[in-house]
């Protein structure tokens, strides 16, 4: 084990530590699932705020490398002194050009780079682990078990499956990548209306009431004005359909169970429709 993997077992071990010195907050206050991949790449979920961005300030963290859909807190992050770059990936599998350019990344910014997904546990796991595969940094059985450690649910088989489908790239290949890493990549509107749907699915769960309800209402009908959903058909169309009813029959005040259960709508068309 490397002294940094050592160092970071402290760091981790600082919300005990914390109890004797309750001075300053935690270190990795706003941060969840963190955890060291490499010396060089950390891996976990989205910063909370303000307090997360510090907590990587804290880290010694220098590039933030996000993948998920929702546009990066770009000037949060640069308060810190922090840059972010913007590579969304889906939960399916990488396509090849993306993940070489997430691989660049990760070879040529300043580290440590943390990179992160939403809730740290699938896509950002195995962006991170299966770049590291590309740069010859991990074996893809060591990928695999990485994403295991951190949660990566087996339900997702495109992105378990990705580290063994890899090989390193040579140097050439990888300066041929392009190197305009953006801050905010474009993301379709399709993405865009379901991180708000999650937003407001969180803020539901954790107390239902009913304007949050009423919100995933209108969310959902939001999403099936989108041309994009159009083109997906009328099964996709129809299950839309199926969650907006099933959220208004929430309605004025949702029990926590009745959230819950209607959570299986969310897991059912992502299972048929994006995983
Ligand atoms: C009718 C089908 C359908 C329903 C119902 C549905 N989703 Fe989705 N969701 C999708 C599809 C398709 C995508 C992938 C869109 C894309 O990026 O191409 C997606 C993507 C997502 C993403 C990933 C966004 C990102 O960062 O790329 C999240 C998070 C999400 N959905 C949460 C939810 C939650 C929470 C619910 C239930 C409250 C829900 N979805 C209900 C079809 C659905």
């Known amino acids: 084990m490397t002294a940094r993997l050592l160092a970071l077992g402290a760091i981790l071990a600082g919300g005990l530590v914390a109890a004797d010195a309750p001075t300053g907050p935690r270190p990795t206050t706003g941060l969840h699932n963190l955890r060291y991949l490499t010396a060089r790449v950390l891996s976990g979920s989205s910063p909370d705020g303000a307090d997360g961005f510090a907590s990587l300030k804290r880290l010694g963290v220098r590039t933030l490398v996000s993948v998920d859909g929702a546009t990066p807190e770009v000037e949060l992050a640069a308060r810190c002194g922090l840059r972010y770059v913007h590579l969304p990936v889906g939960y399916d599998g990488i396509p090849p050009a993306q993940l070489a350019r997430i691989a660049k990344a990760l070879r040529d910014l300043p580290g440590p780079i943390y990179l992160h997904c939403h809730h740290g546990k699938h896509r950002g796991p195995a962006a991170a682990t299966s770049a590291l595969v590309c740069l ?104 839309l359909a199926e969650a907006e009813a099933a959220a208004g029959r929430l309605g004025a005040s949702p029990t926590p169970r009745e959230v819950t259960a209607s959570q299986k709508l969310c897991v059912q068309c992502h299972a048929k429709f994006r995983d």
């Open 136 to 239: 010859g940094e991990l074996s893809p059985d060591d990928a695999v078990r990485a994403m295991r450690d951190a949660g990566t649910d087996p339900r997702y088989a495109g992105l378990l499956g990705l580290p063994h489908t890899l090989r390193p790239l040579s140097a050439g290949d990888l300066d041929r990548v392009p190197s305009d890493f953006p801050a905010q990549a474009p993301t379709a509107d399709l993405t865009q209306r379901m991180v708000q749907i999650d937003a407001t699915w969180e803020r539901l769960k954790a107390r239902p009431d009913a304007a949050a309800a009423l919100q995933l209402q209108e969310h959902y009908r939001e999403a099936r004005r989108l041309t994009e959903v159009a083109r997906r058909g009328v099964a996709f169309t129809a299950r």
